[in-house]
């Protein structure tokens, strides 16, 4: 019997940490419901997935349009019976301080990487509820607790994160509903490689950029999303059946010390 036999998981995010949450949520018996924006990125998950034996449903869904969310959570149900485990991985990352930032690109901050926590748990919590509980995993970061300059919005939206996952916990922990958000430092993925490539993409040389994002962290190295999606499956597993409203850091020590050398 693997750990995640018989559960529904939906996966907001076809990328990165979410891509390798699902790979890890697959590999442990889960029926997978994925929403991604990214068309490209989704067929490379299903195809993945059903290649490797998976039950998967990918869905080309912005989670951030209320609609779209109601709708990827009515077909994961229909097809897989219900939902008992969420992680919200997707989010976008605008650069800018308060003055450069639009208020378009703030409101997109808001509506993507918070808006789609609210909206996932305002479809998906009933069905939770109708299997009797489940478990939640909110993708933060270490943003959340200190911010680097120039991310206003972003580092925002991810403090913002931490207090929603504490709010859904208090509020559905009765019904057998574990929320916890995780904090991951840098971590190999798209976003960082965003980050590498520069503010204006110009920076091209990825693999010093990383080298020197890891020279940061007190480990000496960036994270990989497959270590971010281990901690996620902890979190969604039995054996953390004690764990609600809290945090996770997964950053190397980034965030313990002060000017560390
Ligand atoms: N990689 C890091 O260093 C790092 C550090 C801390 C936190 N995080 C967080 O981890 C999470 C996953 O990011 P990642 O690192 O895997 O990068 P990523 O870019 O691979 O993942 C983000 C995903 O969100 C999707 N997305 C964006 N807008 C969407 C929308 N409107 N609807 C549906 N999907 C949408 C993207 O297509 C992408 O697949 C994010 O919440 C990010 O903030 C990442």
Redesign the pocket.
């Known amino acids: 019997m693997k750990d995640f036999d018989g559960k529904v998981a939906l996966v907001?995010?076809?990328?990165?940490?979410?891509?390798?949450t699902a790979r890890r949520l697959a590999a442990g018996g889960a029926a997978i419901i994925a929403?991604?924006?990214?068309r490209s990125?989704n067929a490379a998950m299903e195809a993945e997935l059903e290649g490797s034996g998976a039950k998967a449903l990918v869905i080309g869904?912005?989670?951030?349009?209320p609609d779209q969310v109601r709708d990827a959570v009515a077909a994961g149900v229909a097809k897989f019976g219900g939902i008992d485990i969420i992680v919200?991985?997707?989010?976008?990352?605008p650069y800018g301080t308060a003055v450069s930032t639009d208020f378009e690109t703030w409101n997109r901050a808001m509506s993507?990487?918070v808006g789609?926590i609210y909206l996932t748990a305002h479809f998906g919590i009933p069905e939770m509820v109708r299997r009797g509980g489940g478990a939640i995993v909110n993708?933060?970061?270490?943003?959340g607790f200190a911010c680097q300059q120039n991310v206003a919005a972003?580092a925002t939206t991810?403090g913002a994160i931490h207090t929603l996952t504490r709010a859904l916990a208090l509020d559905h922990a009765r019904s057998g509903i574990r929320v916890n958000s995780v904090?991951?430092?840098?971590?190999?993925?798209?976003?960082?490689e965003?980050?590498a490539r520069g503010e204006n993409g110009t920076d091209a040389d990825v693999e010093s950029a990383y080298k020197r994002f890891g020279e940061a962290h007190p480990i000496g190295r960036?994270?990989e999303?497959e270590e971010?999606a281990e901690l996620i499956a902890f979190l969604c597993s039995s054996k953390a059946g004690f764990c609600t409203g809290a945090d996770y850091k997964i950053d190397g020590g980034l965030t313990a010390g002060i000017g560390v050398k």
């Open positions: 907001t995010g076809t990328t990165g940490i979410g891509f390798a929403c991604g924006i990214d990125a869904a912005d989670v951030s349009v919200n991985s997707a989010a976008v990352h993507v990487n789609s993708v933060a970061s270490v943003q972003y991810k904090s991951p430092g840098s971590i190999r993925t798209p976003i960082l965003k980050a960036i994270g999303p971010v």
